[in-house]
């Protein structure tokens, strides 16, 4: 039996993705490598917990004996590359992590699967590398979104990471005719979001009657997908991508960053009426350094070939994953530990935390 190899998958997208794959494909053996950083949790996978379709490896992307070592036990064919450093924010504070788990990291991973794949026989392996629209860089007001032909100008250190890994991915398939397809996603949101990004973060602080931070005037702009349209939309990429190519999969949903949080807290007022008004806990803070505009997403080319288009609107989106952090306040409890907790003051002062 072929296995995948998923990688970051007790995180919050490539939880969901194993999730979603163990309902789609529930043939296929998914081997799980995760080095279960404060952003990894085993408990995103609780329910999975005695599924013989689910191993999950703690373990490193960089560890180059380890990533060799699995790539001969196992018969994988398929990679899913989730794992990653990925808060912006934090990548200000400490770039050095992010180039070592996005660029030495997403190297070695491609060097152990060339070698394991090289004169394999039978199933063709595919190699799917999970990035982001970060790496075309930022958009003014009335500029038209990013399209796959978009050159690469990343602006923080984490984006800078995601574009060196995505320029060795491109290499491997232009030198190596190596399998690799890459897609470029916009800002996900939904179950199991570490409460470090924008959406669970606000939420968390408005659950605990606390300052609700918005960088600047709150006019960036983003487009918002629902992580269930993202593993869809990387599960097609996988199965019926072409090798080679990179697909840009976005919520076509853009919206202010201030508007966002104001429907997102509307939407909390209306389900826990007993909370007030939550949406005077915004507090305007000092801007990101470097602070990306504006990211939207032409997505005509995964539509005209792969018949891809997101499915749920903001509002449902947001309500459902209202309505699953409300069913989790325990897990949110959990997850905001101690560490958590000293980097919400270095990032935000005293004032917030
Ligand atoms: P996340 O921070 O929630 O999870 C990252 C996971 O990677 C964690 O489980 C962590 O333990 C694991 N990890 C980190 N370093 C590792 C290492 N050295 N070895 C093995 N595992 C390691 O991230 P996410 O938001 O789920 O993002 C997943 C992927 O999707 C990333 O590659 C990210 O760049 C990309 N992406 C994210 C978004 C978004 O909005 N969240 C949008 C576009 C693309
Ligand atoms: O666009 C895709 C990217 O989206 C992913 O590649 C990244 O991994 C993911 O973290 C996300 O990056 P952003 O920087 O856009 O997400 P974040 O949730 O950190 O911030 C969203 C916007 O909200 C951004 O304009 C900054 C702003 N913001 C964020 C936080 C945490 C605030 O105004 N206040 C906050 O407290």
Redesign the pocket.
């Known amino acids: 039996m072929s296995m995948v190899l998923v990688?970051?998958g007790?995180?919050?997208?490539?939880a969901n993705f194993v999730h979603y794959l163990r309902r789609q494909r529930p043939e296929w053996q998914i081997l799980n490598?995760?080095?279960?950083?404060y952003?990894?949790n085993p408990e995103n996978l609780a329910e999975l917990e005695g599924d013989p379709g689910h191993i999950l490896v703690p373990g490193?992307?960089?560890d180059r004996e380890l990533v060799t070592s699995l790539f001969q036990r196992y018969p994988i064919t398929r990679v899913v590359h989730?794992?990653?450093?990925?808060?912006v924010d934090r990548s200000i504070m400490d770039p050095g992590v992010f180039v070592r788990?996005n660029v030495l990291?997403t190297f070695t991973l491609l060097e152990a699967a060339r070698q394991a794949w090289q004169g394999l026989k039978g199933e063709e392996p595919r190699f799917l590398h999970?990035?982001?629209d970060e790496v075309y860089g930022s958009l003014g007001p009335d500029d038209p979104a990013f399209t796959e032909a978009t050159p690469y100008s990343p602006n923080s250190p984490y984006a800078a990471s995601?574009a060196g890994a995505d320029l060795l991915v491109r290499s491997y398939y232009r030198t190596y005719g190596f399998p690799a397809l890459i897609t470029n996603?916009?800002?996900?949101y939904g179950p199991y979001q570490?409460p470090e990004?924008l959406i669970p973060f606000a939420l968390s602080q408005a659950l605990a009657g606390k300052p609700v931070p918005i960088y600047g005037t709150g006019a960036n702009i983003r487009d918002w997908i629902f992580v269930e349209d993202h593993c869809r939309g990387a599960l097609l990429v996988l199965e019926k991508g072409r090798p080679g190519e990179t697909y840009n999969l976005g919520g076509q949903q853009e919206k202010p960053n201030l508007e966002l949080v104001r429907l997102l807290l509307q939407l909390l007022r209306e389900m826990r009426p007993e909370l007030g008004q939550p949406e005077e806990l915004i507090t305007f803070v000092t801007d990101r350094p470097g602070h990306d505009w504006r990211y939207a997403l032409n997505t005509a080319k995964i539509e005209g070939e792969l018949d891809w288009r997101p499915q749920v609107d903001l509002e449902e989106g947001l309500r459902r994953t209202l309505s699953w952090y409300l069913a989790h306040q325990d897990w949110l409890e959990r997850v905001r530990s101690g560490a958590y907790r000293d980097y919400l003051r270095r990032q935000y002062g005293a004032a917030v935390v």
Do not use: V
């Open positions: 990688t970051g007790a995180g919050f997208i490539g490598l995760d080095l279960l950083t952003a990894g490193d992307i960089a989730f794992a990653a450093e990925t808060h788990t990291g999970i990035s982001t995601k996603c916009s800002n996900n570490f990004k």
